[in-house]
């Protein structure tokens, strides 16, 4: 009953705070006028993912408080992914040059990994792999990645809601299912917090997210999936399976982006979800293709791994190989075409 409690109050003061945040946005004129690098035609308010932070890092302090989350998680997601917001949200009203927005998403992926001891061994073909220095190092770069490509991956209207909603409902799945629910509070209340939002940016959006929500919903993610790794390493593998599409797409078209010699990170329209959208000349298709590859595609796998004791890497290879395919069928990172 708590569970749920929790989740409606979350849900309702997201719901609530982006309705206040999208007046604030148009009583201050702090819209989002289209220009050639963007993939939206109206202008639209901005940065009402401020909703998802305040929603859940303040239902984060108060299960910290009473004792239902480990202050080390608290502390690790409150921590983090406050500084990834405040980022976002000076560069959201400001340019911050990308050196130190870059240095202080490292300081939030340092500080993350500290209060929760790194990333646990990891089983790969049946063997115990432990990280390591250079694996903590590397999970480091893993957090920093994960938030930076939910920055670029939040381009069209509702498709980082969709995904956060549905990795964090399919895990949360796993989570029940596989015996795991000490570790249900985080992604039960990251649901919450988004579906309020998703109120107000499901296509066609009446606001954006923006940087300070796009980037703390890719820490945080990327933070819950190192702390299940402390419980199974077989439930790390189901969140890397779960994030497929985000992973895949801004992977190889950062990839394709370094190839040509661009600045990556300028901004562009190269995504093969941007690409998909035009296609079609709308977001919603993209949008709930999402949502559907995630259910009906990564979750049945994910589960597998967990449930039946899956290879990992196994169900990796097999749940990314169609992603790829569509990624470069759409042509993800390829020069923009008139």
């Excluded at 990796?316 to 990624?327: G, M």
Aim: proline share 4%; with cysteine; aromatic share 12%.
């Amino acid at each position: 009953m708590l569970e749920w409690l929790s989740f409606i109050a979350v849900a309702f003061l997201s719901l609530l705070l982006t309705a206040l945040i999208r007046r604030y946005a148009l009583s201050r004129s702090l819209i989002d006028i289209p220009n050639a690098r963007s993939s939206h035609t109206v202008p639209t308010p901005r940065g009402g993912g401020v909703s998802i932070v305040v929603a859940f890092l303040l239902a984060t302090v108060a299960l910290g408080l009473a004792g239902l989350i480990s202050s080390s998680v608290a502390i690790a997601l409150t921590g983090a992914g406050a500084l990834v917001a405040v980022l976002g949200f000076m560069d959201d009203h400001g340019h911050i040059a990308a050196r130190w927005r870059l240095l202080g998403h490292f300081a939030a992926a340092v500080w993350a990994l500290i209060w929760l001891d790194g990333l646990a061994p990891v089983r790969v073909i049946g063997m115990t792999v432990h990280p390591g220095v250079i694996g903590q190092i590397l999970a480091a770069f893993y957090l920093v990645w994960m938030l930076n490509l939910y920055n670029f991956m939040d381009g069209i209207d509702g498709i980082a809601s969709v995904e956060a909603l549905t990795v964090c409902g399919g895990i949360s799945l796993i989570y029940v299912l596989s015996g795991s629910t000490g570790i249900l509070w985080g992604p039960m209340l990251l649901a919450a917090a988004v579906i309020g939002f998703l109120y107000w940016n499901f296509p066609p959006a009446r606001i954006f997210m923006g940087d300070a929500g796009s980037g703390f919903l890719g820490i945080v993610l990327g933070i819950l999936s190192v702390q299940a790794s402390w419980t199974s390493p077989q439930l790390f593998w189901a969140w890397l399976i779960l994030l497929g599409v985000f992973v895949v797409d801004a992977t190889v078209t950062l990839f394709h982006r370094l190839l040509r010699g661009e600045k990556i990170y300028e901004a562009h329209r190269s995504h093969a979800y941007q690409f998909a959208s035009r296609r079609y000349g709308k977001h919603l298709p993209v949008t709930l293709g999402v949502g559907l590859i995630n259910l009906f595609w990564l979750l049945p796998i994910a589960l597998w791994v967990v449930l039946m004791d899956g290879e990992g890497l196994a169900g990796l290879v097999v749940a990314y190989a169609p992603l790829l395919v569509l990624a470069f069928r759409f042509g993800a990172g390829q020069a923009e075409r008139s």
